[in-house]
T-cell receptor
């Protein structure tokens, strides 16, 4: 079985400050890890993924994420938050050897204050 | 290139009514998925189709049926709607190769209310 935990329902950060959205996972075999963002009344948009290689992955809109195998974590980060980053963020995982479907976390709402 | 499209955008049903949610993708993807999104629960997989002609149950398949009509289209049917099926439904597709391998592309969603 595979699972994802996003321990924070909401993260508040001031514009210009760094942000971190946390994600831990459980999966058999090697993980494929993803971050998606959802704006109000919209579908999910892909931000970035880790498949293999460098532990630091860079994605869209200045976001990056660090894969930590020993801590089974894949935290999303951005050096300087923008008000427009305010949205719902989902972490997802699948096994490299399992079926093709992703398992999503419950989501973290990011609120960036001006 | 429209990506993943879903119809309808909104629907209100009475308990016991049936309906079909339509999904189509124009990216030539082999795999397609149906999820439901409920507050505080993220997205839960209902059914998926790894390729044309195949379908498999996901995490929450009870009360739903699916049809992979062709490579482009994957429909979700509620035979007898229940209030517990009030949710936002998302269709997604993914390629089986290339630089976007393993990524899922999502439609805009269908907001369903069952009274």
């Amino acid at each position: 079985a595979q699972s994802v935990a996003q321990p924070e329902d909401q993260v508040n950060v001031a514009e210009g400050n760094p942000l971190t959205v946390k994600c831990t996972y459980s999966v058999s075999g090697n993980p494929y890890l993803f971050w998606y963002v959802q704006y109000p009344n919209r579908g999910l948009q892909f931000l970035l993924k880790y498949i293999t290689g460098d532990n630091l992955v860079k994605g869209s809109y200045g976001f990056e994420a660090e894969f930590n195998k020993s801590q089974t974590s894949f935290h999303l980060k951005k050096p300087s938050a923008l008000v427009s980053d305010s949205a719902l963020y989902f972490c997802a995982v699948k096994s490299s050897t399992g079926r093709r479907a992703l398992t999503f976390g419950s989501g973290t709402r990011l609120q960036v204050q001006p | 290139n429209a990506g993943v499209t879903q119809t309808p955008k909104f629907q209100v049903l009475k308990t016991g009514q049936s309906m079909t949610l339509q999904c189509a993708q124009d990216m030539n993807h082999n795999s397609m998925y149906w999820y439901r999104q409920d507050p505080g629960m993220g997205l839960r997989l209902i059914y998926y189709s790894a390729s044309e002609g195949t379908t498999d149950k996901g995490e929450v398949p009870n009360g739903y049926n699916v049809s992979r009509l062709n490579k482009r289209e994957f429909s979700l049917r509620l035979e007898s709607a229940a209030p517990s099926q009030t949710s936002v439904y998302f269709c997604a597709s993914s390629p089986t190769g290339g630089s976007s391998y393993n990524e899922q592309f999502f439609g805009p969603g269908t907001r369903l209310t069952v009274l």
